[in-house]
């Protein structure tokens, strides 16, 4: 069926107003205004649904491999936009870091307290997010491996959900 196709524009499409607030952030040189923790918690909620999907599509995408890519995408259809927008966001966080206010030269006024971790904090963080991303994915594929969901895997799954 080609019903995937315009239905993966609707998944590209959910994606268009993360990419636009980046640019809006590149336009605009700074990143002021955006809370650096709603983006790492967005992040890593996003992260985790991804995660979850990943390990209960499993079997779906070893059936997929086997029949061919093309022979089940709309069932994947919800899965991929989770992942185009988990891919969409995490530059937000990146770019915020690269706008941090502290690297721009732009101070809070005098007497008032900044909310804003400071662009070490910031980086740090962001840094340990992407290790355990990285490490959740490899334990994911470790424990999948080519055998259907174990009990811990399934575990796993419903911890990251």
Not at 125 to 147: C, E, K, N, P, Q
Request: proline letters at 4%; a positive charge; hydrophobic letters at 50%.
């Amino acid at each position: 069926s080609r019903l995937w196709v315009p239905l993966s524009g609707l998944d590209v499409g959910t994606a268009i107003p993360s990419l636009l607030q980046v640019a809006v952030i590149w336009r605009s040189r700074s990143a002021e205004g955006l809370s650096f923790w709603t983006l790492l918690l967005g992040n890593t909620a996003q992260f985790a649904q991804l995660a979850n999907a990943t390990i209960l599509k499993w079997p779906q995408f070893q059936f997929c491999f086997s029949a061919g890519l093309m022979a089940c995408q709309t069932s994947l259809l919800d899965y991929y936009q989770l992942l185009i927008l988990w891919l969409a966001f995490l530059p937000i966080t990146a770019t915020f870091i690269k706008f941090h206010p502290q690297r721009t030269n732009r101070r809070v006024d005098k007497g008032k307290k900044s909310s804003i971790p400071s662009f070490m904090v910031c980086s740090s963080l962001f840094a340990a997010y992407l290790i355990v991303v990285i490490s959740a994915f490899t334990t994911i594929f470790a424990l999948s491996g080519s055998r259907p969901c174990t009990d811990a895997l399934t575990t796993f799954a419903d911890l990251l959900g």
